[in-house]
Nanobody, 116 residues
Framework: QVQLVESGGGLVQPGGSLRLSCAAS????????MRWHRQAPGKERELVAR???????TIANSVKGRFTISRDNAKNTVYLQMNSLKPEDTAVYYC??????????WGQGTQVTVSS
């Protein structure tokens, strides 16, 4: 059974940091592209960061220089380190594992709220 379980979300003040984790099981994690998406209220889901099976990564321009993505294939876990958080980063953050169109899995999401 495929599972993606996100953790690490919460309430943080502007300028603060959070690290999101996504623990995967039920598939060959090391073969998958892992991605973090987010969806703010009233907005479309957007891609925040992705990392390939070999560790190559890309970051959305909106978070470049503040967010980093990494993975630990030994732990079947992908991370999103978020620094210098802004109120506009408030969203539900989703972990996504992609191999093919039919092997494309999503976590349940974790809420990140940036507010003073």
């Amino acid at each position: 059974q495929v599972q993606l379980v996100e953790s690490g979300g919460g309430l943080v003040q502007p300028g603060g940091s959070l690290r999101l984790s996504c623990a995967a099981s039920g598939f060959t994690f090391s073969s998958y592209v892992m991605r973090w998406h987010r969806q703010a209220p009233g907005k479309e889901r957007e891609l925040v960061a992705r990392i390939t099976s070999s560790g190559a990564w890309t970051i959305a321009n909106s978070v470049k220089g503040r967010f980093t993505i990494s993975r630990d294939n030994a732990k079947n876990t992908v991370y999103l380190q978020m620094n210098s958080l802004k109120p506009e980063d408030t969203a539900v953050y989703y972990c996504n594992a992609f191999f093919t169109v039919t092997n494309n899995y999503w976590g349940q999401g974790t809420q990140v709220t940036v507010s003073s």
